[in-house]
């Protein structure tokens, strides 16, 4: 199965700063089948991106992603407070899909 | 808006059968796409454990499929899941989710924690 292994493990920056948070897979990932997903505490994941780029309904566009075979990123342009949270990437490539351990955005 | 909810026992013996249901609203289960179930130990990260399609087709993860069983109840507009021989180490909140084609994952329940303890 694919490993996936998001990186840095805990970021930590203030609002209105950039972020980029990073996913690679053990082996490559077909097609670009990478989504991103978004978790507070307490609450489900919601997710954000598909496609390794393409926003869900309704996520705004200061969320972007980048990335093809084994290297994958997610950028927030410019963090809003509510953007503080556990961010998961998942690869859909290949059977079993496998979720990456997570990075966890903290308010610097 | 379609919803998810999870529903079941919060407490599970060792060796007996973890059984959770997910009650969709905002969309007939039987109109398409997959449903699935995916778990989160305490403080660690996500799995999927499997989905089902409404025509009955399903599949799991590779590492639970000898315990996994995945239902859907039309009729009910649910489905559910069940997993056999449980140990601490099921312990974990479960979420069930809109499976899209067997990719991603684009609307979830709630999730609900399930320990496994005598």
């Known amino acids: 199965e694919i490993v996936l292994t998001q990186s840095p493990g805990t970021l930590s920056l203030s609002p209105g700063e950039r972020a980029t948070l990073s996913c690679r897979a053990s082996?490559?990932?077909?097609?670009?089948?990478l989504a991103w997903y978004q978790q507070k505490p307490g609450q489900a994941p919601r997710l954000l991106l598909f496609?390794?780029?393409t926003r869900a309904t309704g996520i705004p566009d200061r969320f972007s992603g980048s990335g093809s075979g084994t290297d994958f990123t997610l950028t927030l342009s410019r963090l809003e407070p509510e953007d503080f949270a556990v961010y998961y990437c998942?690869?859909?490539?290949?059977?079993?899909?496998?979720f990456g351990q997570g990075t966890k955005l903290e308010i610097k | 808006q379609v919803q998810l909810q999870e529903s079941g026992p919060g407490l599970v013996k060792p060796s007996e059968t973890l059984s959770l249901t997910c009650a969709v609203s905002?969309?007939?289960?039987?109109?398409?796409?997959?449903w699935g179930w995916i778990r989160q130990p305490p403080g660690k990260g996500l799995e999927w454990i499997g989905s089902?399609?409404?025509?009955?087709?399903?599949y799991y993860n590779p590492s639970l499929k000898s315990r996994v069983t995945i239902s859907l109840d039309t009729s009910k507009n649910h489905f559910s899941l069940r997993l056999s021989s449980v140990t601490a180490a099921d312990t974990a909140v479960y979420y069930c989710?809109?499976?899209?084609?067997?990719?991603?994952?684009?609307?979830w329940g709630q999730g609900t924690l399930v320990t496994v303890s005598s």
């Open positions: 989710a809109r499976d899209v084609g067997t990719t991603y994952f684009d609307y």
């Open positions: 905002g969309y007939s289960i039987n109109s398409g796409y997959y």
């Open positions: 089902m399609y409404h025509s009955g087709s399903s």
């Open positions: 496609g390794a780029s």
């Open positions: 998942q690869q859909y490539g290949s059977s079993p899909r496998t």
């Open positions: 082996q490559s990932v077909g097609s670009n089948s």
